[in-house]
């Protein structure tokens, strides 16, 4: 991975060898730190400096300005591959050490752009037209909810290149303020962390002339900024209202966030996230207040995350008839099981311009529901792709299942322990399964493990870390859903197979609904009938005695199932 470290300067000869000396070149092992100098017209001899510390140096022939120094050095950086920007100011005040603060809040946050808190107010050394001058464009920039950080003008920032690609600066003064308003336009994850801040040593600051001038340029700059911030590559504005934020292990949630986190980097569009992650008693005020703000929205496209949070679509139709409303819609949330639901549910689908269906099988229950086909676009489920296939590793020559996902009927883990298992036991009993996740089936699974003496041959876990997941994924042999069908319910994909087989585990599942998109037969895994004990038991021995390819594995979820798939689709199919 490479960071290179953006530092414009102009007539900086007696503080850049103090900047570029102190900036370490190690962090973390895979991390290669590079800096770069934009020289923008200097007279003095900034230049030859920088390229004696070891940076590589850009030259402007006359002075541009910070931002066209900036817009340099941006493209310089992309065009070195680089994989993190960091921008650092010349003249010394900023602690070069310190660059390793603004990359452990990166990784701890997972944000897209970290900005160095100077601690404005705080600051005695600071000239009062600077702080007066920051201390405004900071707030003018929360007046317009373009930001929650409180240190706007920050030269110390650190951001992924995909931000990098995405930003389009046309400022003539400085690039901070406007690089914040399209961050918050197309959906990037902004914090900040406190930084120090030092006095000046040699000169004076090239972008203050006075108060007046600084606080007029940069007010400037803001309004330009803001009306223009969907200007750019004739983004859509989107407005997505979801009801499936919550941590909880769940395959609506894991969509949602799965998809948000591939949206937010597009820049074809200007995403807009109302969404809830709290119990059922605050949805009763959540759902229409959401319906108040897409009524009310100057969005270009709203898009509402499941069925149920679309039951406004008639009244939204009325008033906003040109508005383009468009639906995510998964199984459950078409089969609930309530008279009063599904006549909601029939009268308010039609009215959309556009649903997502995560399977064949889902699109055929909206269908059902009165939908027009011609409106229904099928696109599969998308997990984060690891960066390499895992090896497998287990203990001698013990045989590995994992059932992994919320305990309920439907997922048939009960049917296998009792229909199953004992027969499987009975020709290999080097067989082990590891059952992790917790529902209200559980009651159920612990009387039949008790009943046929499973014990031994069985490890429960309950809920499950993320890494504890990914270890079980790496330490199995075989993954295993064995779905049954259950009245009022439905598998809607079965996100949970291409985890596994996106790190090299292969799956056997049974064919039913929405699991049969979600497997690759021979490639991925293989299927056998639901409910029919003894053709699980044969399917699962071959699959045991099969030699798998887990780079074809690995392979064919990239292609098929990764979040930018989804997120281009979404975009082609769903919101053109």
Not at 113 to 137: A, E, F, T, Y
Not at 179 to 194: C, D, R, S
Not at 251 to 274: F, N
Not at 424 to 430: I, M, V, Y
Request: one cysteine or more; proline letters at 5%; hydrophobic letters at 45%.
């Amino acid at each position: 991975m490479r960071l290179l470290v953006l530092i414009p300067a102009y007539n900086e000869e007696g503080s850049i060898a103090d900047v570029l000396t102190s900036l370490p070149r190690t962090i973390e092992p895979d991390l290669e730190i590079i800096p770069l100098v934009v020289d923008d017209g200097s007279t003095d001899a900034t230049a030859t400096i920088a390229e004696a510390c070891g940076a590589i140096v850009v030259e402007h022939p006359r002075r541009s300005g910070l931002a066209a120094a900036f817009r340099t050095g941006l493209s310089r950086a992309l065009l070195e591959k680089a994989d993190l920007i960091a921008t650092l100011d010349a003249d010394s005040q900023y602690r070069s050490e310190e660059v390793a603060l603004l990359i452990a809040r990166m990784r701890e946050t997972n944000a897209d752009l970290v900005v160095g808190d100077r601690q404005v107010r705080l600051l005695s050394h600071m000239p009062w037209k600077h702080r007066i001058g920051n201390i405004i464009g900071s707030a003018m920039l929360r007046l317009l909810r373009c930001t929650d950080i409180t240190d706007a003008s920050s030269g110390f920032r650190l951001f992924t290149a995909d931000m990098a690609r995405a930003i389009r600066i046309t400022s003539v003064h400085t690039y901070t303020h406007e690089m914040l308003i399209q961050a918050k336009a197309f959906g990037y994850t902004v914090v900040e962390v406190p930084v120090t801040f030092l006095p000046r040593k040699y000169g004076k600051s090239k972008l203050v002339r006075t108060l007046r001038h600084h606080i007029l340029r940069s007010c400037g700059t803001i309004v330009r900024a803001y009306v223009r911030r969907n200007a750019f590559a004739g983004r859509k504005r989107v407005l997505f209202i979801t009801r499936s934020l919550q941590r909880r292990p769940g395959g609506m949630q894991s969509y949602v966030r799965t998809l948000l986190r591939a949206l937010r980097h597009r820049p074809e569009i200007s995403l807009v996230v109302l969404g809830y992650g709290g119990g059922r008693f605050g949805l009763c005020f959540f759902l229409p207040y959401a319906w108040m703000r897409a009524l009310l929205s100057r969005a270009d496209i709203v898009h509402f995350g499941d069925a149920a949070s679309a039951l406004f679509l008639p009244v939204l139709r009325f008033f906003r008839p040109h508005l383009r409303v468009t639906v995510t819609v998964y199984g459950l949330d078409l089969t609930y099981d309530s008279f009063f639901y599904r006549f909601l549910i029939r009268r308010s689908l039609p009215h959309a311009d556009r649903i997502v269906a995560i399977s064949s099988a889902t699109a055929c229950a909206t269908e059902r529901l009165g939908v027009s086909k011609a409106k229904i676009v099928v696109l599969p489920c998308a997990v984060s792709i690891p960066q390499l296939s895992l090896p497998r590793s287990r203990e001698g020559g013990v045989q590995e299942i994992l059932l992994l996902g919320r305990q309920i009927k439907r997922k048939g883990s009960a049917w296998f322990l009792e229909s199953v298992l004992p027969m499987l036991l009975r020709d290999d009993p080097q067989i082990h399964c590891t059952i992790a996740g917790d529902g209200p089936e559980m009651p159920t699974i612990r009387r039949i493990i008790q009943e046929k003496n499973l014990g031994p041959f069985l490890s429960m876990l309950g809920d499950v870390s993320e890494e504890m997941k990914q270890r079980l994924y790496a330490t199995s042999t075989l993954f295993l859903l064995p779905s049954i069908p259950v009245t009022g319910d439905m598998e809607g994909f079965g996100l949970v197979c291409i985890e596994a087989s996106s790190h090299g585990l292969p799956v056997v599942a049974a064919k039913l609904e929405g699991v049969s998109e979600s497997v690759i037969e021979g490639v991925t895994g293989l299927f056998f009938q639901p409910q029919n004990g003894e053709d699980c038991l044969r399917v699962i021995k071959k699959a045991l005695s099969k030699k798998w390819q887990q780079d074809a594995m690995y392979e064919v979820c990239r292609q098929k199932f990764s979040p930018d798939v989804l997120a281009s689709s979404y975009l082609k199919h769903v919101w053109n």
